[in-house]
């Protein structure tokens, strides 16, 4: 990518580049977390800050706020829910951001080159595509995408535009654990891989949820924006709307994508650290979902979560290499090679070729070179800001890069459509992208947008 930034100042610059020569020096610490936490705690001039526009200020993009605030500031913020807005404004702008209920008027102003998106799944793909179009840098919450065509119109645009895209899968800027896993897996320490597996819990239940009245301040028809038109649904905790629309079809995958693009991402990435570069060649499974799924796989009630609570899918790749995605045993990835197996999560990294590092180490600039020796600043959340603030400066890909991202959400979406057929094997085309021979299970690959809400520009 060679995106350059019109905004581009020479303090900025001098921040960043200070950064990384910073971390080059710590990456060169056998154990260099401590160091790289300490750096990570370096704050800028107020006037140094990167202005960022923020769209979707919920959990997710109020917390990644405060994770980036030294480096940047909020200067316009942009909901659908008029209480959000009013709270993240005080939270995180000091009360001074620029509010808006259309998004599309952040992508207007020219002062603002970066943004952050952290609004549903279902309202990735569009505003994406619209920031990236309008010009903008843009670090995106993960998934990406509902389905497998809207990543290929995501990939089309990204190439067209040469725009940074960040996607929030922060685990591969968490350097102690996962980063490390990935430098233990190409220096070669597991041999040829042959499993991996990505355990990453099953959605909840829910009782049947009534229509309630819509809360005050709510844009109800804009929060559903591309889905299909729907009653408004509450009762004590449970909704399809804030927070808990991940486990509805019609706005997420479910724990298949909610924490399958963090686990599956790792494992995925692990394969291709070791030269597993084609494929999937098939996927299917078991699954249970909360409630029963028609034969053109659309859940028989509407009234409750539908995702699937329970699940166990097999993918095949060319080799006989092979990845399991399950619902049970302990949340983390599992990456077996014929030399040893690790397990890592977000609290440990263990096996034998972990401990095996006592005695030979990592070369200095293993985990560095994974990361594609970009700056590592901080840890996992930070880190990940960080690096987006770094390659939007410099015109540079950043870790969690669209193309990778698509790669694994691809294995992702075709467990959910395998999902919606009882987990069914589905042959896949990854050449073409396209399910082989099952009409049913390709209708999934694309979604219609509701009237009014299809993505602009393209
Ligand atoms: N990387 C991670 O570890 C991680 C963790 C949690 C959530 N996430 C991701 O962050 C995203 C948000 O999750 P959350 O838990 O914060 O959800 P949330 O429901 O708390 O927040 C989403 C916000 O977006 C707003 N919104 C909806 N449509 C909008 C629109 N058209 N324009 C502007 N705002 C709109 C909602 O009103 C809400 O305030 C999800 O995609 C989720 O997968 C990532």
Same mark, same amino acid.
């Given at each position: 990518?060679?995106?350059?930034?019109?905004?581009?100042?020479?303090?900025?610059?001098?921040?960043?580049?200070?950064?990384?020569?910073?971390?080059?020096?710590?990456?060169?610490?056998?154990?260099?977390?401590?160091?790289?936490?300490?750096?990570?705690?370096?704050?800028?001039?107020?006037?140094?800050?990167?202005?960022?526009?923020?769209?979707?200020?919920?959990?997710?993009?109020?917390?990644?706020?405060?994770?980036?605030?030294?480096?940047?500031?909020?200067?316009?913020?942009?909901?659908?829910?008029?209480?959000?807005?009013?709270?993240?404004?005080?939270?995180?702008?000091?009360?001074?951001?620029?509010?808006?209920?259309?998004?599309?008027?952040?992508?207007?102003?020219?002062?603002?080159?970066?943004?952050?998106?952290?609004?549903?799944?279902?309202?990735?793909?569009?505003?994406?595509?619209?920031?990236?179009?309008?010009?903008?840098?843009?670090?995106?919450?993960?998934?990406?995408?509902?389905?497998?065509?809207?990543?290929?119109?995501?990939?089309?645009?990204?190439?067209?535009?040469?725009?940074?895209?960040?996607?929030?899968?922060?685990?591969?800027?968490?350097?102690?654990?996962?980063?490390?896993?990935?430098?233990?897996?190409?220096?070669?320490?597991?041999?040829?891989?042959?499993?991996?597996?990505?355990?990453?819990?099953?959605?909840?239940?829910?009782?049947?949820?009534?229509?309630?009245?819509?809360?005050?301040?709510?844009?109800?028809?804009?929060?559903?924006?591309?889905?299909?038109?729907?009653?408004?649904?509450?009762?004590?905790?449970?909704?399809?709307?804030?927070?808990?629309?991940?486990?509805?079809?019609?706005?997420?995958?479910?724990?298949?994508?909610?924490?399958?693009?963090?686990?599956?991402?790792? $494992?995925? @990435? &692990?394969?291709? +650290?070791?030269?597993?570069?084609? /494929?999937?060649?098939? #996927?299917?499974?078991?699954?249970? %979902?909360?409630?029963?799924?028609?034969?053109?796989?659309?859940?028989?009630?509407?009234?409750?979560?539908?995702?699937?609570?329970?699940?166990?899918?097999?993918?095949?790749?060319?080799?006989?290499?092979?990845?399991?995605?399950?619902?049970?045993?302990?949340?983390?990835?599992?990456?077996?090679?014929?030399?040893?197996?690790?397990?890592?999560?977000?609290?440990?990294?263990?096996?034998?070729?972990?401990?095996?590092?006592?005695?030979?180490?990592?070369?200095?600039?293993?985990?560095?070179?994974?990361?594609?020796?970009?700056?590592?600043?901080?840890?996992?959340?930070? $880190?990940? @800001? &960080?690096?987006? +603030?770094?390659?939007?400066?410099? /015109?540079?890909?950043? #870790?969690?890069?669209?193309?990778? %991202?698509?790669?694994?959400?691809?294995?992702?979406?075709?467990?959910?459509?395998?999902?919606?057929?009882?987990?069914?094997?589905?042959?896949?085309?990854?050449?073409?992208?396209?399910?082989?021979?099952?009409?049913?299970?390709?209708?999934?690959?694309?979604?219609?947008?509701?009237?009014?809400?299809?993505?602009?520009?393209?």
């Amino acid at each position: 990518m060679t995106s350059q930034n019109p905004s581009s100042n020479k303090s900025r610059r001098s921040f960043l580049k200070k950064s990384a020569g910073a971390a080059s020096a710590a990456v060169a610490a056998p154990y260099f977390f401590t160091a790289q936490t300490a750096q990570g705690e370096e704050t800028v001039s107020k006037n140094d800050k990167v202005p960022i526009g923020l769209i979707g200020a919920g959990g997710m993009g109020t917390g990644n706020m405060r994770s980036a605030a030294k480096w940047v500031d909020v200067v316009a913020i942009a909901d659908v829910d008029q209480n959000r807005l009013q709270k993240a404004n005080k939270d995180l702008g000091g009360g001074k951001a620029d509010l808006y209920s259309d998004y599309r008027e952040i992508l207007e102003r020219d002062d603002i080159k970066a943004l952050h998106i952290a609004t549903p799944d279902h309202w990735h793909t569009k505003p994406l595509i619209e920031a990236m179009l309008a010009g903008k840098d843009i670090y995106c919450e993960k998934p990406l995408t509902l389905t497998i065509d809207e990543g290929k119109q995501i990939r089309k645009v990204q190439k067209e535009t040469g725009r940074i895209v960040q996607v929030g899968t922060q685990q591969r800027s968490t350097f102690p654990l996962f980063t490390k896993a990935m430098a233990i897996v190409a220096d070669g320490r597991l041999g040829h891989i042959h499993k991996v597996q990505a355990a990453i819990g099953g959605a909840p239940t829910s009782k049947a949820i009534p229509v309630a009245d819509i809360p005050e301040g709510l844009d109800w028809d804009r929060w559903l924006g591309p889905a299909p038109k729907v009653d408004y649904r509450h009762e004590g905790k449970a909704t399809n709307c804030h927070y808990e629309f991940r486990w509805w079809y019609e706005y997420s995958g479910g724990k298949l994508t909610d924490w399958g693009a963090h686990h599956v991402d790792i $494992a995925n @990435w &692990a394969l291709k +650290l070791n030269g597993q570069t084609a /494929g999937p060649l098939s #996927i299917g499974g078991s699954v249970q %979902h909360p409630v029963e799924f028609d034969e053109n796989g659309y859940p028989k009630q509407n009234d409750r979560y539908n995702t699937a609570t329970k699940f166990q899918f097999d993918v095949a790749f060319p080799g006989g290499t092979e990845m399991i995605i399950r619902d049970d045993t302990d949340n983390g990835v599992m990456i077996e090679g014929d030399k040893g197996r690790i397990f890592v999560n977000r609290g440990k990294l263990v096996g034998a070729p972990v401990d095996a590092l006592k005695d030979n180490p990592l070369p200095e600039d293993a985990i560095q070179k994974v990361y594609k020796n970009l700056p590592m600043v901080g840890n996992a959340r930070a $880190a990940h @800001w &960080a690096c987006f +603030l770094h390659c939007h400066k410099e /015109g540079l890909e950043p #870790i969690s890069d669209v193309h990778s %991202h698509m790669e694994m959400l691809n294995i992702c979406h075709l467990a959910g459509i395998s999902a919606r057929f009882g987990g069914r094997t589905l042959k896949w085309d990854a050449a073409n992208e396209q399910i082989v021979g099952d009409d049913q299970a390709n209708a999934f690959l694309t979604r219609k947008y509701r009237d009014g809400y299809e993505i602009e520009g393209v």
